[in-house]
Nanobody
Framework: QVQLAESGGGLVQIGGSLRLACEAS????????MGWFRQAPGKEREFVAA????????FYADSVKGRFTISRDNTKNMVYLQMNSLRPEDTAVFHC?????????????????????WGQGTQVTVSS
């Protein structure tokens, strides 16, 4: 069992930055690939970014490439999402999630069905 807790959300102006953090329980954190997903009101949940168990491989949705950076610290059981150049369309509840897939093709990391543990989410609001 893995428990995930997100933090770092908030209200930010267009063009601003936020850093989301996700703390995971358990002693086998490196055995999980980690991802960030988001869900805006009235929309389906969508993939944002993911990182392999080792941290060596990352994946991004086209909409956030070049603006967001995912990273992890396996010594602290933490995964981060640095978000820069934020836009109103980034407004959503952001969830971190864990998958038992630690490496492989992007399809295994971008598909929410592959994730078995989810956090409660943290709200990100981008406003002018």
């Amino acid at each position: 069992q893995v428990q995930l807790a997100e933090s770092g959300g908030g209200l930010v102006q267009i063009g601003g930055s936020l850093r989301l953090a996700c703390e995971a329980s358990g002693r086998t954190f490196s055995k999980y690939g980690m991802g960030w997903f988001r869900q805006a009101p009235g929309k389906e949940r969508e993939f944002v970014a993911a990182v392999s168990g080792s941290g060596n491989t990352t994946f991004y949705a086209d909409s956030v490439k070049g603006r967001f950076t995912i990273s992890r610290d396996n010594t602290k059981n933490m995964v981060y999402l640095q978000m820069n150049s934020l836009r109103p369309e980034d407004t959503a509840v952001f969830h971190c999630a864990a998958t038992t897939v630690t490496s492989g093709a992007s399809i295994y990391f971008t598909n929410s069905d592959k994730y078995v543990y989810w956090g409660q989410g943290t709200q990100v609001t981008v406003s002018s």
